[in-house]
Structure formats: structure tokens, C-alpha cells
């Protein structure tokens, strides 16, 4: 699986698409980021891609690895589940086009994110993601993805 962190920028600040996950699908009613399974012969990248565009209708303008992977325990199969961690920067008037996966989206500041997911893990993507892009103190670049 992968988890990916859309942002765009407005007035010089930072802003995250969250999707809120319809009833028909498991934890309904659940604010997230996209997610997706790695299918056999995809790179976790090109998943990134795939399911961004699935779930929000849109390509993003760029794409960089966060130096983070995620984790969940998955009950069902008795696995581990580890997520590498992307961030996509959408253009500010992009159009986003939920999938039936979701009912809703919405914009909001980091903070406001952070209060809306549900796992530490995907908190801590935030921050990351926010620390690398607004408050410089990175000591290394993010590594940018081309497509």
C-alpha cells in the first residue's frame, strides 16, 4: 500500500486535501489522505499516481518521496502493513473530482488537518511534509519523482 499527502499552496501557505470515506467502504465516515494497493508489477510511485488521479481525478504538477514509511497491523491476514509515504502538489486551481471511495473533500490548514486523522503515523507525514516546504529546516531536499 501507500499513503499520499496532496498539498497546494494559497497566500504562501500550505493547505491539505483530506477525502471523507463513503458508507460503502470500510471505516466509513473516516477523513483521509489517498491510499491505494500496490498492484503486481506497479512501482509504489507509479500506485501514487494511479490512485491520486483515481480518487481526486487529478495528475498532480509534482510528486517527492517523504522520508517516512508508514505502518498498520492488517487483522484480516494476520500482516504488517508498510505504506511508503509520498507528498503531490496540486495547482492551486485544480478541480478535484472524488471517486465513490469518497463522499465529501475539503482544503484545510495543517493544523486542522492533523486534528482529522485518525493515526499518529499520518500526523506525522504532515508535519514532515509541512517542515520540508514551509519551515526550511530541512538539512536535504525531498527526492522529486519525474513522470
Known amino acids: ?5 496532496i498539498f497546494r499552496e494559497v497566500d504562501n501557505a500550505l493547505e491539505f486535501l483530506l477525502l471523507k470515506r463513503s458508507d460503502r467502504v470500510i471505516y466509513p465516515g473516516l477523513w483521509q489522505m489517498v ?5 503486481k508489477g506497479e512501482k509504489a510511485y507509479q500506485t ?6 483515481e480518487e481526486t481525478g487529478i495528475i498532480p504538477e509534482k ?3 517523504v522520508p ?3 505502518s498498520f497491523y492488517s487483522h484480516e491476514n494476520d500482516n504488517m502493513m ?9 495547482k492551486t486551481s485544480s478541480n478535484v473530482v472524488i471517486s465513490e471511495e469518497h463522499c465529501e473533500f475539503k482544503w484545510v490548514n495543517p493544523i486542522e488537518t492533523k486534528k482529522m486523522l ?3 503515523g499520518q500526523r506525522q507525514s504532515v508535519d514532515l511534509i509541512f517542515n520540508y516546504f514551509k519551515e526550511e529546516i530541512n538539512f536535504l531536499n525531498l527526492v522529486e519523482i519525474k513522470f
Open 48 to 53: 501514487a499516481l494511479r490512485e491520486i488521479q
Open 63 to 65: 510528486l517527492w518521496v
Open 118 to 120: 485518525a493515526w499518529e
Open 35 to 39: 491510499n491505494g494497493k500496490i498492484k
Open 68 to 70: 517516512k514509511v508508514d
Open 1 to 5: 500500500m501507500i499513503e499520499a499527502h
Open 82 to 90: 508498510l505504506l511508503p509515504v509520498f507528498a503531490a502538489k496540486f
